[in-house]
């Protein structure tokens, strides 16, 4: 599926779109993903100051790590630097209850950051379909789409 398909989905039709992807092989996806806001417009848009706002301006993608931890890529004033580490775990889904790959922000990183959890499926072999989820009673409903795309 294209960006430009997945840009013209609605939010609601993404739960659905995911659990229908292929969970990837946790040693396949290892290194760096850049990232891309995909869904509505209104999501589009209003998702990069969202994350300013909560210290994860600039964001450009993610690092998954050998040693099952990750970390966010951001991108400021030309200068690339790294933030909020996660595990990489197997943990069952929030979105469809089966057995899947998430990354588990630590206890550590700053508010809101620690209720947070983003789920990854395979959209093909070089793109990840993330949905981030707020891990807090009555939120964990609402999923969040963005797409990660492996950089050599």
């Not at 990837?24 to 290194?31: L, N």
Request: aromatic share 12%.
């Amino acid at each position: 599926m294209q960006i430009s398909q997945l840009n013209q989905t609605p939010l609601a039709k993404f739960r659905n779109l995911f659990a229908g992807l292929n969970i990837p092989d946790a040693s396949s996806i290892r290194g760096k993903y850049r990232a891309s806001f995909v869904g509505p417009a209104w999501l589009r848009t209003s998702a990069a100051p969202a994350l300013s706002l909560s210290g994860l301006g600039g964001w450009w993608g993610k690092e998954f790590r050998e040693d099952g931890t990750a970390i966010n890529i951001v991108l400021r004033t030309g200068v690339f630097s790294t933030r909020f580490p996660m595990l990489f775990v197997r943990a069952r889904s929030f979105i469809d209850e089966r057995d899947g790959l998430a990354l588990h922000y630590q206890a550590g990183n700053p508010f809101p950051w620690m209720y947070v959890v983003d789920e990854v499926r395979s959209l093909d072999e070089a793109t990840l379909l993330g949905m981030t989820i707020a891990n807090v009673r009555g939120l964990r409903g609402m999923a969040f789409p963005f797409i990660l795309q492996k950089v050599d």
